[in-house]
């Protein structure tokens, strides 16, 4: 397939269309300062679990496992309330099989029996590494926080440290903290908060990793308990805020290399969720696990479990109020949000999201894309590119998916729409505009055929002017001077009206186009703007049309009053500048060049050789053979120019019924001057005077023996060309 480009006009309405609309989306996104929509984050989840279900999710670090609290559990203790002393032989347990950390995703705010809640306390200090979280409220605002009196508010304040901060920093405040009471505060290695926000749409993506407590930071559980087992303190940590939390890998740490998060400006990271609920990590309910524990055949079996494992603690029974939608399934317990982010942490798979400059970049190739596709005169590149480029973005989203990177995807396919569809509505009106255009431009003066190919092939109408073979015709009233003086200005208006109207619709119907009405005069093409390649043919016809078009108003003109007229008809073929040509204000569709002016000396020519139409020698040769009656009347040369051209005089078709004496008249003419030409004037002389025995008045004939009878064959130059030269326009 080969695709040409639109015509210049459409290129610059392109260029600055797609440009505008590239650029207006683009300032949308910058003003806006996010390329996230709500309607992104369903897209987005849809994609992530599709890439979970097919398996290419997070890898999973073998050291999480969850102890719950199930219904089942509740059975056993006979109550709705979790049982401390329950709950410190899971601690003691845990303590016997090793584990490295312990996370209780549940707040035990107020006190129950001393007896129950002393055992709880102290399981919880033997056991070491136990997190007893607190839940505090956020805001994006600067507010102080609301502090309360005892230990676990004295607890709290020896965990807030500053970590180096970079960029532009919006933290999240704590503004008030729902706390373990004062005993097991105290027991516990740390605190740490649990608490994170749920998007608009009910949908838990989010995780503050630092919440900020007037000058000091509070860690999410998930990273407190991570830094204690990696030996990396909270002060040690580089907030660049919008962009990474990193934490480092020092010397006197465990970690073999920086773990780098990302994070937005509020210091939240996506969580990145390995699996559903229930296959994500290995879970068992606290009733079970104590079962266990009492079988010696089993322990070990336990111990692969638990050693060395982190272990959070959650209650998943029903009704539970800690659970919510993640982008995975519609209910899960909270606790599942922790385990995934330690489990991003210890095998440093994070959820990377694209970045406003980033988002700009890529909406920047695709709209020039867009743009490069619009330049081709054809619509279906354009909207194959449109196909592609949403087929493409949702195989980048995919890609990117695999590698945990987040597209906005709905943001780029209603941008890329925006410049697609308006582009093609810009276009669409660009169009509809130029074929107003053109319908104003060529209705009046060429036939509807025409102008509906124009609107269907915009690229035929080269505007602004091409070089281009065609045959111009000039036509002009004889005498119109001498009849205009004889009429009176409005019946002259009136018969001129007549006269234009039947000879332009001659015009039309052989597929000329109207150039100008030059008074009385008429120019015409034939060739523009539609290539025909029978140009000539077209208009040597339309010029006898219009002699028989007047032989038949004749008498109805008289009839009504007005003078017979004639009118001389001149045509020549030739290259010729055509398209729009004048100012910007004022222009016109003509052509010009010295082919046109050579049609306007043959108009006038006829005159001299009292001939209704004369054609050129490059018309004739462009004449289909054997279609009209000529005869080869004289060689002139036209004031302005040296070259000598043969002229025609085209007196019918050859089904057209001709008189016997007018067929030897113009055979015998014929034959004579071509013998003049080759210079056999004895020849020429004997057929001038067999033609003028056929029509004894005849001008032509007359003036050629006048131009023999001065000639002397010995004196003629080498160059003689018989030519006859016109001295007036």
Known sequence: MIFTCKSKPFLRIVIFLDLALLASAMLFWVLRGSVWTTLDAPLTDALYARVVQQGYGPRRAPQIVYVTLTDDSYAQFGTRSVDRVAMAQVNEALAQLGVAAVAYDIIFSLPTTPEADQRFATSVQQLGTVYLPIAVDQSPAVQPFRWGSGAAYERLRSQLHQPHERGNAQPLYATRALTQFDLLAAAAFKTAHISATNDADGVYRWLPLLLKVETG??????????????????????????????IPALPTSRLRHDVVVPIDAHGRTRVPYPQVWGRDFPSMPIHQLLALMRDPDVRG?????????FVFIGDVSTGIADAGQTPLERYVPLVAMHAAFTNALLTSTFLHTWSLGQVLALLGLLGLLVMLAALVESPLPLYGMGGCIVLGLLALA???GLHFTLLPLASMLCSVLW?????????QVAIARDQAFIRDAFAKYVSKKVVDELLHNRGLLHLGGEERVISVLFSDIANFTTLAEQLTPQALVQLLNMYLTAMTTIVMEQGGIIDKYIGDAIMAEFGAPLPIPYH????VRTALRMQRRLTALRPQWLHEGFPALECRVGINTGPMVVGNIGSEQVFNYT??????????????????????????EFTYEALTP??????????????????????????????????????????????????YLARQFAVARAQFTSALMARPHDTSTIEMLARLDELDPATLADDWDGATTFETK
């Open 217 to 246: 930071y509070l860690p999410a559980m998930s990273l407190a308990m991570f830094l204690d087992a990696m030996q990396v303190p909270l002060e040690a940590l580089t907030v660049h805020w919008g962009q990474t939390l990193t």
């Open 301 to 309: 079996n336990l111990l692969e479990l638990f050693e060395n494992a």
């Open 398 to 400: 995919w890609w990117q």
């Open 419 to 427: 410049i697609l569809g308006g582009t093609v509505v810009g276009l």
């Open 536 to 539: 000539a043919d077209l208009a």
């Open 591 to 616: 052509v010009i060049g010295d082919a046109v002016n050579l049609a306007s000396r043959l108009e006038a020519a006829n005159k001299h050789y009292q001939t209704v139409v004369m054609i050129s």
């Open 626 to 675: 054997h279609v009209f009656r000529t005869r080869l009347l004289d060689a002139i040369r036209v004031k302005g120019k040296s070259q000598a051209v043969k002229v025609y005089e085209v007196y019918g078709e050859q089904e057209d019924d001709i008189a016997v004496a007018d067929l030897q008249y113009y055979q015998a003419y014929d034959a004579a001057f071509s013998a």
